[in-house]
């Protein structure tokens, strides 16, 4: 009746939220780490079933990225980048390695069953690059963010979200037809390093002076929207560099992560990640279309590109050879891929350098590799919890939930007795 | 560089959240409703000043759709139906004269000017609905929206949103050639009036037993997302039924005013008002081209339209004869027109039912409604307060606050020492 009504938005967000929320407290009575019920959520509303969420909608595109914005900020905010450093060599051996082998192995896969080179590069490229906003809230859900293990992966997620940058670029060129230049990767690459050092080196030296002054003139939550402000701008700043927003976000939480107002600065982000974060997640289940799983060739495909995703990336877990620690645990933290592999798997589709059938055999494989990880994950550190090896592990998991949102509401308010609050009457 | 950047909206968002903070803070500064700061904001980002803000860009609509869903849920929980229905002869007063004086007023002007009918009764429409989001932040933001003359102004305003849809759908249909209905407008108001009666009916017995539930099971935050899950669902309800989403959303927040889970639902709610009502209001702003100040014609006719539009609220507030009460103040807070008079304007501009001259015209009725009543009501109220005659009046504005966000962050989180939080270990 009233043609200016903007759109069926608030219904969507409905239907997201209710099952998101519903979905992932299912997955924590099942044991799961909630981000598989919210995966499935986004499945189940997507095109293949009830085709409530269209994650290619402009708004909802839109809204998804800010989700994965305030989910990387908000896992920026609990990295301390000194533990990352500590493991800087073993997180860029598994980085480096978790990219090779599964590119070799995948692209080996294709050229076997005769597709030709440029087919098998997009197919191969696909199988790079982890998915650091899975790995990080899964190892989060289960309380593993920050030991050892969990700061590797979080680091080689890091620097595979660089290195599949790198490769998005490259193998852009290729399938619009450009040759392989040395010269393009090396500025692709000097880019989303020299993006995270600078950002690193300048907002220590600005950033944190900036954040007092604006606690001495704090009103109204002036806090919590400084520092998402601060971490918009970081992002834009990042894809305006060419490297990706999520990398900006990352850092931006990173460098607030050291200063006094960082407690203030997390709660609002939290509050504001119970709305977003579920819509990234839901938005990356509802691109699976269940329906490729009826034709025999992408499964066929499909299955063994999954089997070499996960092989590839837990043998990337043992490559750096030289520390002790949950291997295993690094390794299938590492498999999840989500959205980076469907982008790949959507320029090829959109360039014709990939058919149909070989998209939905990518989609597959992402589909499998995402879903697969929380509960191979959860097994893993519940057997874990029943032997001995890993006893000097204290209990974690008490600031990892802040990310994961799986403690109460009110247990992340705490008291606000301590007062500065000249204005309430209250 | 990467073609599969979502968009600018990051560096958007970081500058509209900034000069909306920043200006909030300065109008504050002034003495002024911050809500003041935030219009003019959006007026500097917009496309006469700066053009990095488009109000017509689908993102940023349905982000500040968003916005005033979440501030008219706020504005909701904060409202007992119990004291407007107790004001509610006089509100229904005060909305049936604030909408014939200013319309026959407008539409008197342009028919003297010479303009032809349709455009004197476009025009007049525009004069006719209270902008209740910017009536209800500027009277939260002075401390004034839970005295009685607030909740007038308060139901007057939501009473006036319902008869602004009944004359929308009616100028939408005589511009499109219709003729003029009494079905139509019967069954118009019958829906507008019959959403609420049958939401505020059904929702207080169904929903609190909901709640209840919800707050027994809960984890993570659960609570707040059900709020804002249940204010998205009756929006939607309310557009699908022909009424405005934000007279959905004002719904919600009623029906859980009255429930025991309120001050949990609310925190989370302005959390998530700090970030989504600034895109409203600069949304507004931005839709405001000063350009048109430099065509005489229109700010002429302008002028004249902003006076009656004035005179006519103001006098509206007079219309309640039978009460004592502040009626300046109650007329004055009942004068900014906002987003439903430039929805009017556009629709006759796209409907060639108006000449540019004509649009702009109004554009500047809504912008100087808009920006006069702030600091007015803020003099009004500055000025009473020295008087003894209001003196019976004691100093309110505590649980305003929460609306307007002018309090301090860390008072909003009051302490969680209550407990239910058995999952952390911090």
């Known amino acids: 009746m009233n043609q200016y009504d903007v759109s069926h938005l608030p219904a969507i967000l409905f239907a997201l939220l209710a099952a998101t929320k519903l979905l992932g407290l299912l997955a924590q009575r099942l044991g799961q780490p909630s981000v598989v019920g919210e995966l499935v959520a986004g499945v189940i509303l997507g095109k293949s079933v009830l085709g409530i969420l269209d994650p290619t909608d402009l708004v909802i595109r839109n809204l998804a990225e800010l989700g994965v914005i305030v989910l990387l900020f908000e896992i920026g905010l609990h990295t301390d980048i000194r533990s990352i450093a500590r493991v800087g060599g073993a997180a860029m051996g598994v980085a480096i390695a978790g990219v090779a082998v599964p590119f070799v192995l995948g692209y080996g896969i294709c050229i076997a069953l005769g597709l030709s080179a440029l087919p098998a590069i997009v197919a191969g490229a696909a199988l790079t690059a982890t998915s650091i906003g899975i790995s990080a809230r899964t190892l989060s859900d289960l309380g593993q963010l920050r030991t050892p293990e969990g700061q590797i992966v979080l680091g080689?997620?890091?620097?595979?979200?660089?290195?599949?940058?790198?490769?998005?670029?490259?193998?852009?060129?290729?399938?619009?037809?450009?040759?392989?230049?040395?010269?393009?990767?090396?500025?692709?690459?000097?880019?989303?390093?020299?993006?995270?050092?600078?950002?690193?080196?300048?907002?220590?030296?600005?950033?944190?002076?900036?954040?007092?002054?604006?606690?001495?003139?704090?009103?109204?939550?002036?806090?919590?929207?400084?520092?998402?402000?601060?971490?918009?701008?970081?992002?834009?700043?990042?894809?305006?560099?060419?490297?990706?927003?999520?990398?900006?976000?990352?850092?931006?939480?990173?460098?607030?992560?050291?200063?006094?107002?960082?407690?203030?600065?997390?709660?609002?982000?939290?509050?504001?990640?119970?709305?977003?974060?579920?819509?990234?997640?839901?938005?990356?289940?509802?691109?699976?279309?269940?329906?490729?799983?009826?034709?025999?060739?992408?499964?066929?495909?499909?299955?063994?590109?999954?089997?070499?995703?996960?092989?590839?990336?837990?043998?990337?877990?043992?490559?750096?050879?030289?520390?002790?620690?949950?291997?295993?645990?690094?390794?299938?933290?590492?498999?999840?891929?989500?959205?980076?592999?469907?982008?790949?798997?959507?320029?090829?589709?959109?360039?014709?350098?990939?058919?149909?059938?070989?998209?939905?055999?990518?989609?597959?494989?992402?589909?499998?590799?995402?879903?697969?990880?929380?509960?191979?994950?959860?097994?893993?550190?519940?057997?874990?919890?029943?032997?001995?090896?890993?006893?000097?592990r204290p209990g974690e998991g008490g600031i990892d939930d802040l990310v994961s949102g799986t403690i109460e509401w009110k247990a992340i308010h705490p008291s606000a007795s301590q007062g500065e609050s000249g204005d309430t009457s209250t």
Do not use: C
Request: net charge neutral; hydrophobic share 60%.
């Open 156 to 392: 080689a997620a890091v620097i595979d979200d660089v290195v599949g940058l790198v490769i998005l670029s490259v193998v852009a060129g290729l399938v619009g037809g450009t040759a392989l230049s040395i010269s393009a990767v090396v500025s692709a690459a000097s880019i989303g390093i020299g993006f995270i050092a600078l950002a690193l080196v300048l907002g220590n030296l600005f950033v944190p002076p900036f954040f007092r002054f604006i606690d001495r003139v704090e009103a109204s939550g002036t806090l919590g929207i400084a520092g998402l402000s601060f971490a918009l701008l970081l992002s834009w700043l990042a894809a305006f560099a060419g490297s990706a927003t999520i990398i900006g976000a990352f850092a931006a939480g990173v460098i607030l992560h050291n200063t006094p107002q960082r407690p203030r600065i997390e709660r609002a982000t939290t509050s504001l990640g119970l709305f977003f974060v579920p819509i990234f997640f839901a938005a990356v289940g509802a691109a699976v279309e269940l329906g490729t799983l009826a034709n025999r060739q992408a499964l066929a495909i499909g299955s063994m590109l999954f089997v070499v995703g996960v092989a590839g990336k837990i043998a990337a877990g043992y490559a750096p050879f030289w520390i002790s620690g949950r291997k295993l645990l690094i390794g299938i933290a590492m498999v999840p891929r989500g959205e980076v592999g469907l982008i790949f798997a959507q320029m090829g589709l959109a360039t014709a350098a990939l058919t149909p059938g070989l998209f939905s055999a990518i989609a597959i494989m992402v589909l499998g590799t995402t879903l697969i990880t929380p509960p191979l994950l959860a097994y893993l550190v519940r057997s874990e919890a029943h032997t001995s090896d890993d006893l000097e």
